[in-house]
Nanobody, 126 residues
Framework: VQLQASGGGLVQPGDSLRLSCAAT????????LAWFRQAPGKEREFVAV??????????NYADSVKGRFTISRDNAKNTVYLQMNSLRPVDTAVYFC??????????????????WGQGTQVTVSS
C-alpha cells in the first residue's frame, strides 16, 4: 500500500486543521492506520491509531492529544483523517500517516509500521 498525506499548514493557537492520508494499492480495511509526528529535535511519537475493522475498529490516542484530535477512516475513499482541534504551539511537527497489519499489541510502536506517507508540516504559531 502507498500512502499520501496532505492538509498541513500554518495556523494560530486554538485553530483547527484536518489532515488526510490517501491510500492506493490495497484497501485500508486490511490495516491499522496511525498518525505519528516528529517535532524539531525530537523523536517521532505516536499520535493516534484506527485499528482495522477485523480487529475491532477501535481508536486510541496519545494522552497529549486526547479530547482534541480525532482519527477516522473512510473505507470507500480509502482515506484516513486526523481532525485536530484546539491546536497548540507544542503540536507543531511533521505529521506522518502509517499502515500496519501487526497484532493489536504492537499498534503504538512506529517500528511495527512498514508503510509510511511522506509527511505533512503542521505549524501552530501566533
Amino acid at each position: 500500500v502507498q500512502l499520501q498525506a496532505s492538509g498541513g499548514g500554518l495556523v494560530q493557537p486554538g485553530d483547527s486543521l484536518r489532515l488526510s492520508c490517501a491510500a492506493t494499492g490495497r484497501s485500508i480495511r486490511s490495516y491499522h492506520l496511525a498518525w505519528f509526528r516528529q517535532a524539531p529535535g525530537k523523536e517521532r511519537e505516536f499520535v493516534a491509531v484506527s485499528t482495522r475493522p477485523g480487529s475491532g475498529g477501535t481508536t486510541n490516542y496519545a494522552d497529549s492529544v486526547k479530547g482534541r484530535f480525532t482519527i477516522s477512516r473512510d473505507n470507500a475513499k480509502n482515506t484516513v483523517y486526523l481532525q485536530m482541534n484546539s491546536l497548540r504551539p507544542v503540536d507543531t511537527a511533521v505529521y506522518f500517516c502509517a499502515a500496519s497489519s501487526v497484532a493489536l499489541s504492537g499498534r503504538y510502536s512506529e517500528s511495527n509500521y512498514p508503510y509510511w506517507g511522506q509527511g505533512t508540516q503542521v505549524t501552530v504559531s501566533s
